[in-house]
């Protein structure tokens, strides 16, 4: 089993429409999550990071969070051209220092 | 704020030569730095990790004595490729976190093309 895993997708999502990319890990013990999107040819760019339970909202993205599930989401609304990327669910492990742990990424297409 | 920089942002050079990239935090001070790798269509790979004025921590499988890495300040971390083959090319992309945060940030990556 992968530490953590994502669909590679592609997810193709209409204009305007909600994307909802999903991710699992392995460690129950892990404490810090994030999202970042990558750009082909780029770098990633953190976009969201969730600590504890729940939703955490910031402009068109909202991160959830559900521990027990060993689960963690990244919504993406009104969807627009501009968000078509990969984006990568990153773990910081219990007992991992501050190293990240990657998923291997959702490629997310946004069609006009 | 939380930007980082990496110089050159492209190199190409021949087989057998060193090349040094250089990552900047240029807004904070981090504590931690970390190089990765990424082949084409493969998700980053975790070469290594330093600490300011620390020996840096290697992943497994990673030659330390090829891939130099030096944190000499809370701004500045190098990593040289020593005796660079074909097999070394790639995109090197280096990360910062700043101190008492988790959040890593991203500098835009050297893509590195030995011939």
């Known amino acids: 089993q992968k530490e953590v895993e994502q669909n590679s997708g592609p997810l193709s999502v209409p204009e305007g429409a909600i994307a909802s990319l999903n991710c699992t890990y392995s460690d129950r013990g892990s404490q810090s999550f994030f999202w970042y999107r990558q750009y082909s040819g780029k770098s990633p760019e953190l976009i969201m990071f969730i600590y504890s339970n729940g939703d955490k909202e910031d402009g068109r993205f909202t991160a959830q969070l559900n521990k027990a599930s060993q689960y963690v989401s990244l919504l993406i609304r009104d969807s627009q051209p501009s968000d078509s990327a990969t984006y990568l669910c990153?773990?910081?492990?219990?007992?991992?220092?501050?190293?990240?742990?990657f998923g291997t990424g959702t490629q997310l297409k946004v069609e006009l | 704020g939380a930007v980082v920089s990496q110089h050159p942002s492209r190199v190409i050079c021949k087989s057998g030569t060193s090349v040094k990239i250089e990552c900047r935090s240029l807004?904070?001070?981090?504590?931690?730095m970390f190089w990765y790798r990424q082949f084409p269509k493969q998700s980053l790979m975790l070469m290594a990790t330093s600490n300011e004025g620390s020996k840096a921590t290697y992943e497994q499988g990673v030659e330390k004595d090829k891939f130099l890495i030096n944190h000499a300040s809370l701004t500045l971390s190098t990593l040289t490729v020593t005796s660079a083959h074909p097999e070394d090319s790639s995109f090197y992309i280096c990360s910062a976190r700043g101190t008492g945060t988790n959040e890593q940030y991203f500098g835009p990556g050297t893509r590195l093309t030995v011939t």
């Open positions: 807004d904070f001070q981090a504590t931690t």
């Open positions: 990153a773990v910081n492990r219990a007992g991992g220092g501050n190293k990240l742990t």
